[in-house]
């Protein structure tokens, strides 16, 4: 027994070893995360604005303030549906995507009213310059962005919303336009954590300051809202197992800060 405890030591000792040596090397591999966005200019974004081509910033609608990037309107004169996506230079498929946004004060009159308090991020988009000039949305799958409207109204945010495309919810393909999160509703002039976990065509998470609020699986092209664009780009059933992440600009104002990624 006494000849048994010091090879009981010894294999106990390479196995603690091993266990570090593979916890060390899963650290490592632990992907890291990318800032989209430094602070202070837009460079890396690509703007697309309905009724405008690729590139142009019409109204400087897209602009850097105090170190977030604000959607503003203060050069438009009425809205004439110029709903604008303002594009990250480079696609993703399988990503954790974090940011931080807060609605402001300023809304275009003009604008569609179910747009007031109301924005979004895109993501698995097709690429801008494949957008036409005069396409209102992208083919893409929306975060959708919320506060409440009404006092005492519920109106979650972390939503889904499908413009060209479809999803399936809860076990069977949902032709809804949007889908409501199981988030709680939030002021307009308070900061809130968005993330996205997406995992190709397979698995999507909405997450709302650290809580997951929804969940769907199998985003493809499909459905309608879309409007006017290269029917090339629009196969039906296509899944989608990449695409692009774009900021939106609809008529209400928005910032969004500390936007960083990491592929998975």
Known sequence: MKQLIPIFFLILFISCQKAEKEATSSQAEEPEWQEL???KDLAGWIP????????????NTFRVEDGAIEVNYDGYGDFEDRFGHLFYEKPFSRFHLVWEYRFTEQFLETAPSYTYRNSGVMFHSQAPETILKEQDWPISVEYQMLAEEKEGEARPTGNMCSPGTDVVFEGKMDDRHCINSSSPTF???????????????SIVHHLVNGDTVLTYSFPQIGGGVANRFDPSIKVDGTPLQSGYIGLQSEGQGVLFKNIRIREL
């Open 48 to 59: 697309k604005i309905h009724h405008h081509e690729v590139g142009e910033n019409y109204a």
């Open 37 to 39: 966005f430094n602070g």
């Open 187 to 201: 002021q307009w002039d308070e900061w809130v954590k968005a993330e996205l976990i997406v995992y190709g065509d």
